[in-house]
């Protein structure tokens, strides 16, 4: 595989420049020799040791980077599986979703099905917070989409009516987008099966985002396409612009959430602009975070802050940690992490440490790395070739996750030759802390 023969090389390469260290670092001291960016060289020389955790003929994959794809014990990791690839999904087309059990030799374990799924964020398969045992994932039941819920341990399984796309941190609560509308504008994100009732309308009153109580399954609608709509944009919408909702998230004691109201009018043609929206739960308290335009990949920090990808006219385009329900922003690896990713905190590290990606760079190589915010210091954690047949809507980023303990990172990768399929990087020889 293309990231083995990567570490081959870069033990090699590790070995010379050590080498070399041994004889040049007494001169360093006396000249003027770029201390840093020589140790950043050794540390890209080495990379930790990745696996395969799913194997083909079957394609497999886990879904988006923000949600908990290990158990609290580390010991599971959940995934989807699906016989074909590079194609938009079906209304017909059924994928298994499951778990790798990472103590019993990498073993599936089949968990249920799903025809409610998007080759980017899967059917949100997750961990239920605060439970060991119980997961959750979309699926489609006729002309409903619903959640389903399964206790793995017990067998015991029970279904909601309606989807959701993130959950509180007590577990009690979701919040859910209208997939029906992403379907359309944003293929890869929604659900195809059922129609969006209120396509020809660009803002309308009666969807946007619900949320549902998951011990009921009563659902609420909370924010609408008109609220957002009605809320001015300096800019100005631009004409026949359509609106839609992505990308929410609870911060980690659940008394907000975050989301990504878009839209697409004559301006924009076929790309799309985004303001990033905080709510309270009972979906008041609105408040523009990022009012530019451009608000990509985030993760809260902390109950009051969030770090995402947009353009600000401090630093352009870069990652930023903004102080929500202020004004206040600063930017993060300013001369470091200079390109979008999905990004997160790394566990266990007082949030010093930043798990990032890219996308395929000229060479289609994907590169999964962490950033010590203190030090400024990034350590590359692979060199991903990704194969010309992987953009689009059927793209396979990494959207890499670690574990509860902060010690192994999960990735997706079509690297190995099998198709897209579930990587394991054990962080442990790093000696993070």
């Known amino acids: 595989m293309l990231h083995d023969s990567i570490n081959r090389k870069s033990h090699f390469g590790r070995r010379r420049i050590l080498r070399w260290l041994a004889f040049s670092l007494p001169a360093a001291r006396s000249q003027a020799v770029d201390l840093p960016m020589l140790l950043q060289s050794v540390a890209e020389a080495q990379l930790p040791p990745v696996r395969a955790i799913t194997r083909g003929p079957a394609f497999h994959w886990r879904g988006y980077y923000d949600k908990l794809l290990f158990d609290p014990t580390g010991r599971y990791v959940l995934a989807h599986e699906t016989d ?9 087309d059924v994928i298994r979703v499951g778990m790798v059990d990472l103590a019993d030799g990498d073993r599936w374990v089949e968990l249920g099905t799903s025809r409610a799924w998007n080759w980017q964020q899967g059917c ?43 959950l509180s941190p007590d577990g009690r609560w979701a919040v859910a987008p209208d997939f029906r509308r992403l379907n359309d504008t944003r293929p890869g994100y929604g659900y195809t099966g059922l129609p969006d009732p209120y396509a020809s309308v660009s803002a309308p009153e009666e969807a946007g985002i619900w949320k549902t109580d998951l011990q009921t399954g009563r659902h609420e609608l909370l924010i ?12 100005g919408f631009s004409k026949n612009a359509k609106h839609w909702f992505n990308h929410l998230l ?11 109201h878009r839209w697409r009018g004559d301006k924009e043609g076929l790309g ?9 739960p009972d979906g008041r308290d609105l408040f523009i975070l990022d009012p530019h335009g451009q608000t990509s990949h985030f993760v809260w920090r902390d109950p009051q802050h969030v770090m995402a990808w947009a353009w600000h006219p401090s630093c352009g385009e870069r990652f930023y940690v903004y102080r929500d329900r ?11 992490m ?13 949030n010093q440490w930043v798990l990032n990606d890219t996308y395929p760079d000229k060479d289609r190589l994907q590169h999964p790395y962490l950033y010590h915010i203190p030090s400024k210091r990034r350590l590359p954690l692979g060199h991903l070739l990704s194969p010309p047949e992987y953009q689009g809507e059927w793209r396979c980023d990494t959207h890499p996750n670690a574990s509860p303990d902060g010690r192994l990172v999960t990735i997706d990768s079509p690297h190995g030759g099998n198709g897209r399929q579930v990587y394991l990087i054990d962080l442990r020889c790093l000696r993070i802390g």
């Open 124 to 166: 949100m398969l997750q961990w239920v917070p605060g439970s060991a045992t119980e997961v959750i994932w979309n699926d489609r039941d006729g002309d409903t989409f619903v959640s389903r819920l399964l206790d793995i341990r017990t067998g015991r399984q029970r279904a909601l009516p309606h989807p959701f796309y993130c």
């Open 224 to 235: 609408t396409f008109a609220d957002a709509a009605r809320i001015p944009y300096p800019a």
């Open 84 to 92: 074909f690839e590079h194609r938009s999904p079906r209304p017909d």
């Open 338 to 350: 200079t390109v979008n990713g999905h990004n997160t905190y790394l566990p266990c590290t007082n």
């Open 326 to 336: 202020t004004d206040r922003v600063e930017v993060v690896g300013e001369e470091v």
């Open 250 to 260: 609870f911060n980690p004691d659940g008394t907000r959430f975050l989301f990504l």
């Open 272 to 280: 799309f602009s985004t303001r990033m929206f905080t709510a309270n």
